[in-house]
């Protein structure tokens, strides 16, 4: 299944606080994210560009291939 990239496509990363460790990356519609509210109180939410989320996944790839399976 392709997920619809588009104008309304919002990349991030998300980072535990307490560890400051990259718990996800992804990119989702902006309809289906929280409008940047920080719900979770240990994590953080970092929105990206499309370059910039494609740069970081092209560079990590092997490393983040755990985390992109979610």
Known sequence: ??????????YFIEIDLKSL???TCGFDQKQNLDRGHQNNLETHRLFL???QYNK????C??????????
């Open 21 to 23: 460790k990259i718990i």
């Open 61 to 70: 790839a092997t490393e983040l291939q755990p985390v992109l399976e979610k």
């Open 1 to 10: 299944m392709t997920r619809i990239q588009n104008d309304d496509t919002r």
């Open 56 to 59: 970081f996944v092209s560079r």
């Open 49 to 51: 560009t499309k370059g």
